[in-house]
């Protein structure tokens, strides 16, 4: 089992509707939970991040966290084309007592945003 | 702030040679992070840096590839020698503090090994 796992899509959404990403991780121990948008040919760049369950809300964004189920979701209201990219889930785990906080990165779900 | 520097942003070699990407972080961020980013696995860490100190290199594919950090500002990723499966997009990201909070990514070196 992967230790964070996505859909690599493509979601295909029309323009104004709600997009809904996905993202669940393996590691129970997992602190902290961030959304990546990267458009094709650039580097990824950090939209949202939650650390706590229950839902945070950003703009048109909204992170969603449930550890008991270990999954934690992105939604985007009112999706725009200008969304129309690849959305990286990223998990961190404190991996000993030094703190150090291991990263890692879903496949990334591609959103398609129609016109 | 100028953002994380990396160079070259685009290579192309022939198989066996040595390769070198460069990175210059965020100043003031002590954190530094090389990824590799390919169709099939993603992006995946390599190995990351905290003040200057390796302190995991646990995603370092094998002893073809090795990083150095001589200091704050500067780092590279070395690949000698190349073949081409190394193909890929290489990032360098920087944060501040211990671990991994928000990462800023630098543009990335396209690497073609033929």
């Known amino acids: 089992q992967k230790e964070v796992e996505q859909n690599s899509g493509p979601l295909s959404v029309p323009e104004g509707a709600i997009a809904s990403l996905n993202c669940t991780y393996s590691d129970r121990g997992s602190q902290s939970f961030f959304w990546y948008r990267q458009y094709s040919g650039k580097s990824p760049e950090l939209i949202m991040f939650i650390y706590s369950n229950g839902d945070k809300e950003d703009g048109r964004f909204t992170a969603q966290l449930n550890k008991a189920s270990q999954y934690v979701s992105l939604l985007i209201r009112d999706s725009q084309p200008s969304d129309s990219a690849t959305y990286l889930c990223?998990?961190?785990?404190?991996?000993?007592?030094?703190?150090?906080?291991?990263?890692?990165f879903g496949i990334g779900t591609k959103l398609q945003v129609i016109p | 702030d100028a953002g994380v520097i990396q160079s070259p942003r685009h290579e192309v070699t022939e198989m066996g040679q040595e390769v070198t990407l460069r990175c210059k972080p965020i100043?003031?961020?002590?954190?530094l992070f090389w990824y590799r980013q390919t169709m099939m696995r993603g992006l995946e860490l390599l190995i990351y840096f905290n003040n200057n100190v390796p302190i995991d290199d646990s995603g370092m594919p094998e002893d073809r590839f090795s990083a150095k950090m001589p200091n704050a500002s500067f780092s590279t990723l070395k690949i000698q020698p190349s073949e081409p499966r190394d193909s890929a997009v290489y990032f360098c990201?920087?944060?501040?503090?211990?671990?991994?909070?928000?990462?800023?990514f630098g543009p990335g070196t396209r690497l073609t090994v033929t």
């Open positions: 990201a920087s944060s501040r503090g211990q671990g991994a909070h928000e990462q800023y």
């Open positions: 100043s003031g961020h002590n954190s």
């Open positions: 990223a998990v961190n785990l404190i991996m000993n007592s030094g703190g150090y906080q291991k990263v890692t």
